[in-house]
C-alpha cells in the first residue's frame, strides 16, 4: 500500500499451529516484527486458536475480530435462559473462547481491536459480511451459544468436537 509491505494474517489454524504460522512468515517476510493486521473471522479452533501465538510474537498494529460478548445487554431479550447481562456476557465469553483468549491477549499487550463488520476497511480490504444485525442474529442461533441446547446435548457436542479436533491434530503430526 503505497509503496510499503503490510502483513495482514487471517485466521491462524489450531493453537497448536500458531508456532508453524510464526515460522511461515518469519520465512517468507524476513522476520518482520510488525503485522499490520490480525483478522480473526471466528471462534473455531482452527481459525482462531493459533492467532494467539501471532499476537504474542508480532507487534500487531490492529486486531478484527467479533466479539459476542460486548453485545450482551442488546442480546439479552433474545435469550431465555439468561436474566443478566453479566450472566450472559460471561457465558458467551466461555462459549467464544478463543476470541475472549485473543481479546486477553490484546488488551495486556495494548493491541487495538476493531470489528470486522460489513463496510469496515482492513488494509486495501474490504469486509464483506456480516451486518452488525446478521451478526447478532448468528449470535443467538449458533450451536456454540448455550440457549438453545440442555445439559446432555451440550456436553456431548463438547466430546464430539474435542475428538474431531485430536484427529485433525493427529493427522497434522503425522504429516498428513
Not at 485466521?11 to 493486521?37: C, M, S, W
Not at 457436542?157 to 504429516?175: F, I, P
Request: zero cysteines; a positive charge; aromatic letters at 10%.
Amino acid at each position: 500500500m503505497n509503496g510499503q509491505t503490510l502483513i495482514h494474517v487471517v485466521d491462524g489454524g489450531y493453537q497448536l499451529t500458531g508456532e508453524k504460522v510464526v515460522n511461515f512468515i518469519n520465512k517468507y517476510y524476513g522476520n518482520p516484527k510488525r503485522i499490520a493486521h490480525v483478522v480473526a473471522t471466528h471462534n473455531d479452533g482452527d481459525h482462531a486458536g493459533g492467532l494467539q501465538r501471532v499476537l504474542e510474537d508480532f507487534e500487531v498494529g490492529a486486531l478484527w475480530m467479533l466479539r459476542p460478548w460486548i453485545y450482551a445487554e442488546e442480546l439479552l431479550p433474545r435469550f431465555k435462559r439468561f436474566t443478566t447481562v453479566d450472566g450472559l456476557g460471561k457465558a458467551l465469553k466461555e462459549a467464544y473462547s478463543n476470541l475472549a483468549a485473543l481479546e486477553e491477549i490484546a488488551v495486556r499487550r495494548k493491541i487495538q481491536i476493531y470489528e470486522p463488520f460489513q463496510g469496515a476497511t482492513i488494509g486495501a480490504f474490504r469486509v464483506m459480511a456480516p451486518t452488525r444485525s446478521r451478526f447478532l442474529d448468528l449470535v443467538v442461533s449458533s450451536e456454540k451459544t448455550p440457549e438453545e441446547k440442555g445439559l446432555l446435548e451440550t456436553a456431548r457436542d463438547a466430546v464430539v468436537r474435542l475428538m474431531k479436533e485430536a484427529a485433525v491434530l493427529v493427522k497434522a503430526a503425522w504429516g498428513r
